[in-house]
């Protein structure tokens, strides 16, 4: 089987899965990454038994990208203490807000 064919045959349902799985805009994302990992290893995923459900597997992996912390953390002040840390200002409270609600 060829990738075409692949994506013809599977590719809607493995995007339905992951939207399902995720969301709309989480899941749809992940379909196109997994699908594009497919077709860059093709050679080696079309070999194997269920390909469709090694690379629903790869968008898995993809979606939970989304929901892993950015990497920052907000300094909480020290208990009893009325001083914000110096790092903690008023602008970047609110950047961090947005970015977490989204």
């Not at 075409?4 to 992940?30: K, N, Q, T």
């Not at 995923?45 to 929901?67: I, N, T």
């Amino acid at each position: 089987m060829t990738y075409e064919e692949f994506v013809g045959r599977d590719g809607a349902r493995l995007r339905a899965g992951l939207v399902a799985a995720y969301g709309p805009e989480i899941g749809a994302d992940a379909a196109a990454e997994a699908l594009a990992y497919g077709f860059e290893h093709w050679e080696r995923v079309g070999g194997m038994d269920d390909p469709a459900g090694y690379l629903y597997r790869v968008g898995q992996s993809e979606a939970r990208r989304h929901f892993r912390p950015s990497g920052y953390l907000p300094v909480a002040p020290a208990p009893h203490s009325n001083r914000r840390p110096a790092n903690r200002s008023p602008a970047r409270a609110r950047a961090f807000a947005r970015a977490i609600m989204g």
